[in-house]
């Protein structure tokens, strides 16, 4: 997107708001005869003001302002965007994720996508929808991160063609932790205790108010194990490393600098700088960036950002199993 672009979009803002002022003026000012003048230049304007959104309406839909998408990831992933606790900060609803990917992909306007990252990880299958969505966008596809990009943002940058950070980024988490609470002795201090009426086995494994068998730990275990193996599949696969370099990382996290040297990350720069590159990937002069995000109440926007200031890095990739009994996070 160049100069012209923004010209032609002026001219046709100015002679549409030129046109509208004078049809409000001659019908509201000069023809009726018993209208107060006052009157008359107030609904003239009330006109003007409508006319100035149509055209800005219809510049923009003629001379589109923008050639890349962004979508932003931000916070833990979850399928619906809901925090576990009221102290948690806002999560990133991944349906609402996909969903302005693939309307950036059939905008014929967006010739690049930008995936902002900034995430410790989160729920299995919505990070997994999301990097999927990223590998059927027609084009170029680029992750970046200036703060974290762990566990599910990484699984998610392994569908991007490249990934950016900065060299205090953190990246990497490639790995699956399984979790959960053994209150069986607190139980029984206070007079509670279990009784099992299930079918099947394994259905209350992991249950906190019972000590955990050997074999349901080798049941819960296994389930780690093989989310771990799709997890260094994908990042493998997806950022053309050896599965058994992505094993030896042991899910540890790297400042950007030491991350880039061993190839986790494509490059190192500030989001000008990686404009910058787009610009002349594209054989462009300059890109124009819009942001693509679901359209949200207002006080609905107030309050993820709120609880979006500050996200201390940890959590990383969870998938909830069986009621919350057993929680798996990388």
Partial sequence: MGSTTGIERLAVLGL????????????????PETLADLLGVAFALVVILVGVRIAGSIAASLFPGYDVAEVAVEGPITRDGGGRFP?????????????????????????????????????????????????????????????????????????????????GSIVGSIGVIGSRV??????EKVGLSYERFAAGEYKDAGTPLKELEEDERAYLQGLIDDYYETFVERVSDGRDLEPEFVRDTEARIYLGQTAHEMELVDELGTRRDLEGELAQRLERDEVTVEEFE?????????????????????????????????????
């Fill in 182 to 187: 053994n209150a069986s002795d607190l139980a």
């Fill in 16 to 31: 549409a708001t030129a046109a509208f002022a004078v049809i409000g003026v001659g019908l509201f000012v000069l023809y």
């Fill in 294 to 330: 679901p359209e949200r109440p207002l006080m609905a926007r107030v309050g993820m950002g709120a609880r979006g200031i500050a996200y201390a890095f940890g959590a990383g990739l969870a998938g909830v199993i069986s009621e919350d009994r057993f929680r798996l996070r990388t």
């Fill in 87 to 167: 102290s948690s900060p806002g999560s990133t609803p991944a349906d609402d994720i996909v969903e302005q990917i693939d309307r950036a992909d059939e905008d014929d306007n967006v010739r690049a996508l930008l995936v902002k990252l900034n995430t410790p990880g989160g729920e299995v299958v919505p990070s997994d929808d999301i990097r999927l969505a990223a590998e059927r966008f027609d084009g170029p596809t680029v992750a970046y991160t200036t703060d974290v990009c762990a566990s599910g943002g990484y699984w998610i940058a392994s569908g991007c063609d490249e990934l950016w950070a900065r060299e």
